[in-house]
């Protein structure tokens, strides 16, 4: 079993590619086939300074990067919003908290508001284990936080039980809408 | 009559405001109001060059606009996926299709196939007139164009019959989701 997960690891998820990678791949694979549309956002630029020249494209001289205001992924699947963020942590014991923005976490909680489906495709890079945890479940340990003063992170104990685990496969690489399957069917 | 069209116009739509910047603030409002979840995306832009000077933020100094793979809005409302673009035109008897590029339609089209719902938001400027035109009215003029070297507009005349007119109003300043409201209830 050690040789069988290595050797997973070595065919699927090790070429270098990060999480945000590895998801817009697999996202490709459900556009393409006909699954679902689910984009990355753009990276959100303040532009401050751009050149005209004749006959040539527009050049940006100046520009800075601004801090999203949402998460990363969002888009439609079987009629339902979907919107996450996809976050990996080199800690291998628990995940900080200090990987959402406060404005990441009001957003979620605003999209919930609306019907919208939620959560985080957390990747523990050590361990090569990656989780779809329910927005729902990442409030409960961020309020806690923010009240009193809790711990600042969620144990791997926590998102391994409460989590859905998604195991590498080949197409789509990281199949992450079958864990959204379960959130959709738990809603009927 | 046509003072009180006139004297709105001032009030509310001539600010100088580009029907961005106009559904910008309305989503605003939305957002704020607690009614939907829906942003503009970020411009996408190919970054060539980074500076990264000690002690201060990352600086751009060369970068490209890319073409926008998908439209310019989305996000959810009553529980829908809402995908929709916005486009100005300063001609006064037709929409010339040119303003849509190809993946945006077939993006619209992905998006309806999974049950979202899918529209543009069209300004006639020199008539201050703004209309939700269904994604699906407008694949039937798209189509028709490239099938048969048709007609590469669409009539004003078909825009005021089958779309839905909105009118500026103070909070927000375009509300379209009442227009949404209708195709909601179309579905049902
Ligand atoms: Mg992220
Ligand atoms: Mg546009």
């Known amino acids: 079993s050690k040789l069988k997960s290595a050797s997973a690891k070595t065919s699927f998820s090790?070429?270098?590619?990060?999480l945000e990678q590895e998801?817009?791949?697999?996202?490709?694979?459900?556009?393409?086939?006909?699954?679902a549309v689910i984009h990355k956002k753009p990276t959100p630029i303040q532009i401050v300074n751009v050149d005209y020249p004749k006959r040539s494209a527009a050049v940006i001289k100046e520009a800075y990067f601004k801090q999203a205001s949402t998460t990363d992924y969002n888009g439609v699947y079987r009629g339902n919003y979907i919107d996450f963020d996809a976050?990996?942590?080199?800690n291998a014991t628990s995940f900080?908290?200090?990987?959402?923005?406060e404005h990441q976490v009001e957003h979620m909680r605003q999209?919930?508001?609306?019907?919208?489906?939620?959560?985080?495709?957390?990747?523990?890079?050590?361990?090569?284990?990656i989780f779809l945890f329910k927005a729902t479940d990442l409030f409960s340990y961020w309020d806690n936080m923010?009240?009193?003063?809790?711990r600042k992170s969620i144990p791997l104990a926590d998102i391994q039980k409460n989590g859905i685990l998604i195991q590498y496969h080949i197409q789509p690489l990281i199949p992450y809408l079958e864990a959204v399957d379960q959130l959709i069917d738990l809603r009927r």
Request: aromatic share 10%; charged share 20%; with cysteine.
């Open 14 to 18: 090790d070429r270098g590619m990060t």
């Open 111 to 129: 999209c919930i508001k609306h019907g919208g489906i939620c959560f985080a495709i957390i990747k523990f890079v050590k361990l090569d284990q």
């Open 87 to 90: 976050k990996e942590t080199q």
């Open 146 to 150: 923010d009240a009193t003063k809790g």
């Open 23 to 35: 998801l817009n791949q697999s996202n490709a694979y459900y556009l393409n086939h006909d699954v």
């Open 96 to 101: 900080p908290l200090h990987n959402f923005h």
